[in-house]
């Protein structure tokens, strides 16, 4: 059944572009719902139903010059978002799938006015009107990346010396939260060290967002200019660089789990340059000229960034500072050693050992395996908080959206969704319980795959319907004995999905 939690064909022209039947079943509430609300309600109905069956929107963010926008360049695969300076990157763009390639700057009374790519296809780094008076940007581009996500460009948070969420606020306020108000998703980029502060403004932001707190379900984040980082600093790095990334991205993600599902090291510049274009067959040939210089000479140009474009070498000074913005010298260090290795290297295969060498790989399969696999539970959940928002202020209102959802939930199918709830609770901390146990919530809920959620990947069938039974039982008698009333609400909750994950098993033949 293409259509398994209700009826067919009645929304047939919302559901089709849908992301699965979670999202269905919301968006079937949601018109269900909609002839009884007053007409301000039933205007932010709509919104929440065409957002349903908009692609999943991703936010990139980070504290300024963190290098989202190179980040979003790369993920798209084209060189598009103001990098570096200029007044573009103070605003909000939203780069979504279009027919037609086009930029639109939206006024905040809501007006559009098409702006031209520059001559280099990019985004131009100054609009010719005030800024005051602009919200955000549209980026319309045809690309294959955005047919499934939505990227949200954002401007840089500031330093936030008192970790004030408030002011943090204020100040996404000031760039237009409507542009970003659809987020529902996060990708957060980081550089070398996560500050203590850096957790509030992660809370901050995906407040001011999605109107949710960020988790394992919907966030990730990135260890960005791995290249930059001393591997000396690092111990058990061994001098290598990229291990050194590996190593603070993992104590990273330690000190940032659950709000984030991983934290990755990734380069950034070099993700850019290999997958836009940027790199060309002239960079290419620059390469194989550096890598012909003598041994002393390369290795003194390869200390500091200086020394690389004003060291006596037969590469001109332009070229060297050229390379320098495309690949850093870590990418230059890279390509020079590939060439070493294979000296009739192809600029094509170079272009190649770039990217390997940045990570961005990872990275998208992280983000498939996040975001995209899971867009549909992402999205619904998302609808449903906008929806007992927009009801929450008057009291009839609150009610029926209260009692709907309250039905939708105690169908097995959509059960997920619950889930998703209770793991939002205990990733913000509404509701504590003892780590073993949290753990245990975040592995059931934070997975689409059965094996997983048991925590027992590679095991037998009958161990798994064995392990889902027992601790179904378990989590009901913690449910009733010794849990408090927020954890015995969760308790219910992950009772039921190991009971559903043991009908499940046992519907399949696993006992
Ligand atoms: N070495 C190195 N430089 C990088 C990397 N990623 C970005 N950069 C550089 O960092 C600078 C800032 O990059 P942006 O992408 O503009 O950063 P941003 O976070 O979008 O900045 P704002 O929007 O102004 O907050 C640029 O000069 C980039 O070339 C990286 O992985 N390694
Ligand atoms: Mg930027």
């Known amino acids: 059944m293409s259509d398994p939690l209700g009826r067919h064909g009645t929304i047939s022209r919302v559901t089709s572009s849908l992301p699965g039947p979670l999202s269905a079943a919301v968006a079937?509430?949601?018109?269900?719902?909609?002839?009884?609300?007053?007409?301000?309600?039933?205007?932010?109905?709509?919104?929440?139903?065409?957002?349903?069956?908009?692609?999943?929107?991703?936010?990139?963010?980070g504290r300024i010059k963190s290098g989202k926008s190179t980040l979003v360049n790369a993920l798209i695969g084209r060189r598009v978002a103001p990098v570096g300076v200029g007044e573009c990157t103070r605003l909000v763009t939203r780069?979504?799938?279009?027919?037609?390639?086009?930029?639109?700057?939206?006024?905040?009374?809501?007006?559009?006015?098409?702006?031209?790519?520059?001559?280099?296809?990019?985004?131009?780094?100054?609009?010719?009107?005030?800024?005051?008076?602009?919200?955000?940007?549209?980026?319309?581009l045809t690309n294959d990346v955005l047919r499934e996500l939505t990227v949200i460009d954002t401007p840089g948070l500031g330093s936030l010396d008192s970790a004030s969420v408030a002011r943090t606020e204020k100040l996404l306020d000031q760039v237009s939260q409507d542009a970003v108000a659809g987020a529902e998703a996060v990708l957060y980029v980081f550089t070398q060290t996560v500050r203590a502060d850096d957790q509030e403004t992660l809370r901050a932001f995906t407040a001011a967002t999605a109107g949710r707190d960020a988790g394992p379900v919907n966030a990730i984040a990135v260890l960005n200019k791995?290249?930059?980082?001393?591997?000396?600093?690092?111990?058990?790095?061994d001098g290598d660089v990229w291990r050194a990334a590996a190593i603070l991205?993992?104590?990273?993600?330690?000190?940032?789990?659950?709000?984030?599902?991983?934290?990755?090291?990734?380069?950034g510049?070099?993700?850019?340059?290999?997958?836009?274009?940027?790199?060309?067959?002239?960079?290419?040939?620059?390469?194989?000229?550096?890598?012909?210089?003598?041994?002393?000479?390369?290795?003194?140009?390869?200390?500091?960034?200086?020394?690389?474009?004003?060291?006596?070498?037969?590469?001109?000074?332009?070229?060297?500072?050229?390379?320098?913005?495309?690949?850093?010298?870590?990418?230059?260090?890279r390509a020079v050693e590939a060439i070493h290795a294979e000296p009739g290297i192809t600029a094509g295969a170079l272009r190649r050992v770039l990217l390997d060498a940045s990570g961005l790989a990872d990275v998208r399969s992280k983000l498939d395996g996040v975001f995209r696999a899971r867009a549909d539970g992402i999205k619904a959940a998302a609808a449903?908080?906008?929806?007992?928002?927009?009801?929450?202020?008057?009291?009839?209102?609150?009610?029926?959206?209260?009692?709907?959802?309250?039905?939708?939930?105690?169908?097995?199918?959509?059960?997920?969704l619950r889930l998703l709830e209770a793991l939002t609770l205990i990733t913000a901390n509404a509701v504590t319980m003892p780590e073993d146990l949290a753990e245990e919530v975040l592995r059931v809920g934070s997975s689409g795959s059965v094996p997983e959620q048991?925590?027992?990947?590679?095991?037998?069938?009958?161990?798994?319907?064995?392990?889902?039974?027992?601790?179904?039982?378990?989590?009901?008698?913690?449910?009733?004995?010794?849990?408090?009333?927020?954890?015995?609400?969760v308790a219910h909750v992950v009772h039921r999905a190991y009971f559903l994950i043991w009908q499940q098993l046992r519907g399949a033949g696993g006992g």
């Open 28 to 61: 079937r509430l949601v018109q269900t719902l909609r002839p009884q609300v007053g007409p301000g309600t039933a205007a932010g109905f709509d919104e929440v139903l065409r957002r349903l069956s908009a692609p999943l929107q991703v936010a990139v963010a």
């Open 95 to 140: 780069f979504q799938y279009g027919t037609v390639d086009r930029i639109e700057v939206v006024g905040v009374d809501g007006s559009r006015r098409v702006l031209p790519f520059d001559a280099d296809g990019m985004i131009p780094a100054e609009l010719d009107v005030d800024i005051e008076t602009v919200s955000h940007l549209e980026a319309y």
């Open 226 to 237: 791995a290249d930059t980082i001393p591997p000396e600093s690092v111990a058990g790095s």
């Open 249 to 267: 991205a993992g104590k990273q993600a330690a000190t940032l789990r659950p709000r984030v599902a991983d934290v990755l090291p990734v380069i």
């Open 269 to 333: 510049l070099l993700a850019e340059s290999a997958e836009s274009g940027a790199f060309t067959s002239a960079d290419a040939d620059a390469l194989h000229a550096l890598a012909a210089l003598d041994e002393a000479s390369w290795q003194t140009m390869l200390m500091s960034a200086d020394l690389f474009t004003t060291w006596e070498c037969a590469v001109p000074q332009a070229t060297r500072s050229r390379l320098l913005a495309k690949l850093d010298l870590y990418g230059i260090g």
């Open 384 to 416: 449903l908080a906008s929806v007992t928002a927009l009801a929450a202020g008057d009291p009839g209102e609150r009610r029926r959206v209260h009692d709907a959802i309250e039905q939708l939930l105690g169908r097995p199918e959509a059960h997920q």
């Open 454 to 489: 048991l925590g027992l990947v590679g095991r037998p069938p009958h161990e798994l319907v064995a392990y889902a039974l027992e601790r179904a039982g378990w989590w009901r008698s913690f449910a009733s004995f010794g849990a408090t009333p927020a954890q015995s609400r």
